[in-house]
């Protein structure tokens, strides 16, 4: 993988690259579309290429690992030719699910020990399976095994996790280089900043997180219950430590705002099920602010979603009929509010891209999260 820097704004820290994998090219700032087992839900990859442009989607290791498993994947020669996406593709390592659903988990300096959410069934991942795991999925980028610490975690707790974390990660490291990638194409590792909302220990795992000296990092543990102020003064501080040429993924993050806003801090990559989850749930966002599409008001608006076209929804459904699809409990109302939000998702790092290179960045993002966080 190469990371090429091409700009950065002159009253931030947003910035304008290019990432470049075996699989394509990534223009940064981006948004990777979450797709959990192999495909984000009830959106076509035509539908992704042609209409929301996403250019690098996610995997989950924990859930691919369990459905279909690792024998499948394998036979089909990795997860880019299970499913046919033919563009990049992270995966995650899977600890985040261990930790959010698994009911019944246990951690041990050898790894994570849990019972699958499926059929209850007993496994363990380590530092060095999950990087075998992610060789047989075959994303471009994978991720180290972590654990993320609640949002409100105490200082002893947050301390002792980020402490595991690493040494995992030297593990992890140390595994991935001594391992090769099993379908023709390269893969990148990514280490994962934890420390909660302190700032001492943010500071010290940035630093031993770019001590580390790989292609690209990323930082955790974030919007997962602490105050949005506490994650952007985080992601500030840690943005401060991590070497400037390169990439820089905000895992798990978040609505329109906290993009922008993380942008203007020098994030590069987002990933969030926020736009496909509140686009099956009615509710749509636009570049005027937030629409639920449940709602009475909109029962004689032929208008469309977004007057600024941010979508091809704009062009072919207006906001009468789209509430007529949810209160109908039609699938077909799912399916256009998620492909509404990638697309809309998509086309505002696209605009943040063009706003950095014009040199009105700052300017812009100010306008535009009054707008995103307004409730239409």
Not at 2 to 9: A, N, P, V, Y
Not at 319 to 327: D, G, I, P
Request: net charge negative; with cysteine; glycine share 10%.
């Amino acid at each position: 993988m190469k990371f090429e820097l091409q700009h950065t704004d002159a009253k931030s820290s947003a910035r304008v690259g290019k990432i470049t994998t075996d699989h394509g090219e990534i223009e940064t700032p981006i948004f990777m579309p979450v797709g959990t087992v192999g495909s984000v839900k009830g959106v076509h990859f035509r539908d992704l290429e042609d209409d929301v442009k996403a250019q690098i989607i996610l995997g989950n290791t924990y859930h691919l690992y369990l459905r279909p498993g690792l024998d499948i994947l394998k036979a089909a020669g990795g997860l880019h030719k299970f499913n046919g996406w033919d563009k990049p593709m992270l995966t995650d390592s899977g600890g985040y699910q261990v930790f959010s659903l698994s009911d019944n988990r246990k951690l041990t300096e050898e790894g994570a020990m849990f019972r699958s959410h499926l059929d209850g069934s007993k496994h363990l991942f380590t530092p060095e399976n999950v990087v075998d795991i992610q060789r047989v999925i075959g994303a471009d980028i994978i991720m180290a095994l972590d654990e993320c610490p609640p949002g409100d975690a105490e200082y002893a707790y947050a301390k002792k996790s980020m402490e595991l974390t690493h040494r995992w990660l030297k593990r992890g490291v140390d595994h991935f280089d001594r391992t090769e990638p099993l379908y023709g194409h390269s893969q990148t590792f990514f280490p994962i900043v934890q420390g909660a909302g302190y700032r001492d220990l943010r500071t010290q795992s940035a630093e031993f997180i770019a001590s580390q000296n790989r292609e690209g990092n990323a930082i955790g543990g974030l919007a997962v219950g602490e105050p949005t102020e506490v994650m952007y003064e985080m992601v500030e501080l840690v943005n401060g430590i991590l070497p400037k040429d390169k990439p820089r993924y905000l895992m798990g993050v978040g609505t329109p705002a906290n993009l922008l806003e993380n942008i203007a801090l020098g994030v590069d990559m987002f990933d969030c099920v926020m736009p496909t989850r509140n686009g099956r749930n009615g509710m749509l966002f636009t570049s005027e602010g937030i629409l639920n599409m449940r709602n009475e008001k909109w029962k004689n608006d032929f208008s469309p979603v977004d007057p600024n076209g941010t979508s091809f929804v704009d062009h072919h459904y207006t906001k009468a009929y789209l509430r007529h699809l949810y209160v109908s409990k039609e699938m077909l109302a799912a399916q256009i509010g998620s492909m509404h939000n990638l697309t809309f998702y998509l086309w505002l790092v696209r605009e943040a891209r063009k706003h950095i290179l014009e040199g009105d960045f700052v300017q812009w993002k100010d306008v535009m999260v009054k707008k995103l966080t307004t409730r239409l």
